[in-house]
């Protein structure tokens, strides 16, 4: 692959100073092929003369055949491609002359194609942010004309056109051509004219290369953007000055100057202008406002509205003299005049922001909430309504924000963030019923609104939480049934809700429902350990002890240091008591099968329990049942020593069987024990007598 530079033709010229110097140096430089130090030397001669075409020429040879020589015979493509890239700078970009682009056609087509070889060479990246970040690194080595070209290709983009065409502009002006960095920022303006920094360098650009009337107005736009920016004040001070020295009769000039002044704070110089303008031209209102307002600034407000009058005098509509004549009536302290004044200016210019916003602020500051939301309603925008609600909201006026509010929904139902905030006002008050009725409405509305779903929850949260704290005070007055009925009327029920419900019919004594809603508290938390201990005390204070048995163990299972162990002790004891009474009311009345399942019961709960067995033996002995009935008594005679008795009922029982020998032991036994002289005792000192024979 190989590159060619094509030369472009130098017009000849006679050259002096300083110019011709580094000129013909730098030719000397190109034709002994030194095009390094050429291209140095040309850039010198162009920095004193940026307009010379013959310098543009040779620059763009030296970097032509630079180029070629790096790609041909060193192979450094990045570099041939930079020198690629100036020289298009320079053909393209660089001369403010079209005839002189068009006539390097040729040149920039072969350039641009050997330019296109050497970034295929290398792989590089044409996509508009790598350009722009390779021109970056271009202008970071001061390789300024290179970079300038890679800023216009990436500018190419949307993304990067204004801030491209800035870059470029202030490129061209490191480079010494300020008239084509006017046109760059030009270009970027005119794609973001709101770029203040931008359009200060346009104007500063066209002060220096003398466009003034242009640069005034960039002036005057950038100062409008900037109040007081001194270094815009002092630029079109010297500008109008350079004017007033030419035309010193020009009443607007005079005029401006004063105004400048004015800015910079020189009170004395501004009316002394002022003064030669009104002489100049008696009928300019411009001029008198002017006055008006420096007499404003400096707070002489009598000399201000005599000032303004003069201009309403010669125009009764002009808008202007009307706006400042009632701000210095507010700054006076006389709103009401002003309000008026204001009222007049929006009839004749209703969409003057600055009247509107200054009426505004005197409504505001002069009626009472009520009256402005009143008045918004009738002649406010439906934004502005709902600021000022907001606003009220925000500083904790909830009657007057509730108020607002409700004014804007009478007008506008599509905003789901009134409703909310709507809602709020009313919980913030406490009247959770409208809080709540509000945002259904909104729920409604905006069914899937996060914001309005939330917001719901979290009231209806709050609105429990006060009626489960208004129902915690009325039970710790000892106001139990209010309690109950505060606690009822709460939705949806919870576990605190069902405890506090439970607790009050507790301390009313009413047992039933108190066990009701606390195994309805359980069914919402079956993991509480404390509910089934309430459950099996309550039980057990109504005797039912099975039941209560049954909850205490539970409330053990959930937590084994539950204080239902001391307490299932006792219940025990007397479920079995209660177990063993009834078994013993059925043996009274021969009732024995009933009986003997009780004791049954009780010998399971209780192993031990000495009475179950003697009450099961006597069964058994009436049952004709001799073996089981001995083996109960022999249980009572392990179990207790209360039973003396045992000991004669298991001797006849042997001595039934003919078991002589156990018969005449337990005769002994019961005699040795037993100390009461009666019947019993006689019988078995008259048997132990005859069976002395089996004694053995």
């Known amino acids: 692959m190989a590159f060619s530079a094509v030369i472009a033709q130098e017009s000849v010229f006679a050259a002096s100073g300083a110019f011709a110097e580094h000129y013909n140096s730098a030719q000397n430089f190109l034709m002994q092929n030194q095009y390094s130090s050429a291209i140095v030397e040309f850039r010198k001669a162009m920095r004193i003369n940026y307009l010379d075409n013959s310098a543009r020429i040779g620059i763009i040879n030296s970097y032509l055949a630079r180029a070629a020589y790096y790609a041909n015979t060193e192979k450094d493509y990045d570099r041939a491609a930079n020198d690629f890239r100036s020289a298009l700078f320079y053909l393209k970009m660089y001369p403010d002359n079209e005839q002189d682009i068009q006539n390097s056609i040729g040149m920039i087509q072969s350039a641009n194609g050997n330019l296109n070889q050497c970034l295929k060479v290398m792989g590089f990246d044409t996509t508009p942010g790598a350009r722009f970040k390779k021109a970056e690194e271009l202008r970071a080595s001061a390789n300024f004309s290179a970079a300038s070209y890679e800023f216009s290709k990436a500018a190419e983009s949307e993304r990067y056109a204004s801030v491209g065409n800035v870059q470029i502009g202030d490129l061209m002006k490191l480079l010494g051509n300020e008239k084509r960095a006017a046109d760059y920022y030009k270009i970027a303006l005119d794609i973001n004219p709101n770029d203040g920094v931008t359009k200060m360098k346009y104007a500063r650009t066209l002060d220096k290369i003398g466009q003034y009337d242009t640069a005034v107005t960039q002036y005057n736009d950038a100062l409008a953007n900037a109040k007081g920016d001194m270094e815009v004040l002092y630029a079109l001070e010297r500008i109008y000055l350079k004017k007033l ?7 607007e000039l005079n005029a401006n100057i004063g105004a400048i002044k004015q800015a910079q704070g020189d009170y004395e110089s501004a009316l002394s202008y002022y003064g030669k303008a009104e002489r100049l031209n008696p009928n300019s209102t411009l001029t008198r406002l002017n006055v008006g307002t420096l007499y404003q600034q ?16 010669l125009e009764p509509s002009n808008t202007k003299a009307m706006f400042y004549k009632a701000s210095a009536l507010a700054e006076m302290g006389d709103k009401q005049t002003a309000l008026s004044l204001y009222k007049s200016v929006l009839t004749l210019d209703p969409q003057n922001t600055e009247a509107k916003n200054a009426a505004t602020d005197i409504m505001k500051a002069t009626m009472s909430p009520v009256e402005y939301i009143d008045y918004l309603s009738k002649n406010g925008s439906d934004n502005e309504l709902y600021d000022y609600s907001y606003k009220l909201h925000k500083e904790g006026k909830f009657d007057e924000a ?47 609104n996060n914001l309005v779903l939330k917001t719901l929850k979290e009231t209806q949260s709050d609105y429990n939480s006060t009626r489960i704290s208004a129902a915690t005070a009325s039970y710790n007055s000892k106001e139990y049934k209010k309690a109950i009925n505060q606690y009822l009327e709460i939705t949806p029920q919870t576990e605190n809700t069902l405890l506090g419900i439970a607790a009050s019919y507790q301390a009313l004594n009413d047992y039933d429902n108190a066990i009701v809603y606390y195994k309805k508290a359980a069914e919402i938390n079956p993991k509480n350990a404390e509910i089934p201990y309430y459950i099996g005390y309550l039980y057990s204070e109504q005797q039912k002890w099975n039941d209560a048995e049954n909850y205490l163990k539970q409330a053990i299972a959930l937590n084994p240091e539950s204080p239902a162990k001391n307490l299932l002790t006792y219940v025990s004891q007397n479920g079995t008591l209660g177990i063993l009474n009834s078994g013993i009311e059925l043996y009274d009345k021969k009732d024995f099968t009933g009986a003997l399942a009780k004791f049954n019961d009780v010998l399971k709960k209780e192993s031990t329990n000495a009475y179950a067995y003697y009450y099961r033996a006597l069964i058994y002995d009436e049952q004709k049942q001799t073996k089981q009935a001995i083996a109960d008594y022999l249980n009572v005679l392990k179990n207790s020593k209360d039973f003396p008795i045992a000991n004669y009922m298991a001797a006849i029982d042997y001595d039934a069987l003919e078991n002589y020998k156990d018969a005449f032991k337990y005769y002994k036994k019961f005699i040795s024990e037993y100390t009461t002289e009666d019947e019993y005792l006689k019988y078995a000192r008259d048997r132990m007598k005859e069976l002395e024979p089996y004694a053995g």
């Open 245 to 251: 020295a030419q035309t010193p009769n020009d009443a």
């Open 298 to 313: 400096k707070k002489d407000y009598r000399r201000a509205i005599e000032a303004y009058d003069s201009v309403l005098t």
């Open 402 to 448: 509730i108020r607002g509010y409700r004014a804007y929904l009478q007008k506008d139902q599509s905003k789901a963030d009134a409703y909310v905030n709507l809602g709020i006002c009313y919980a913030s008050k406490d009247d959770y019923g409208s809080a709540i009725t509000t945002l259904n409405v909104a729920k409604e509305k905006f069914p899937t």
